[in-house]
């Protein structure tokens, strides 16, 4: 796992870690209603289908949340934590 060396116990999430994973889970169901509509306002009569609008979408959170989870780490903030 990229989050957390190795080590014994259980991974558990940090309350940073819950704020992180339902950003993004908000996120994506928040762009599978606005996707289509968003794709359709800014690119009308082009044939980008509400399908292809949610892919864009997805991938957008995707790096977008990589960039947030680089600068998470950054600050020594943990997404995981192990119980002892």
Do not use: D
Not at 6 to 24: H, K
Not at 54 to 72: G, K, Q, S
């Amino acid at each position: 796992m990229q989050y957390m060396q190795r080590g014994a116990g259980p991974l558990s999430l940090a309350p940073s870690g819950r704020v992180y994973f339902g950003a993004a889970i908000v996120l994506l169901i928040v762009g599978w209603f606005a996707a289509p509509v968003i794709g359709e306002t800014f690119w009308p009569n082009t044939g980008a289908t509400p399908t292809l609008m949610r892919v864009v979408w997805c991938l957008a959170t995707y790096y977008v949340f990589i960039v947030i989870h680089r600068v998470i780490k950054s600050r020594g903030t943990q997404i995981f934590v192990r119980q002892a």
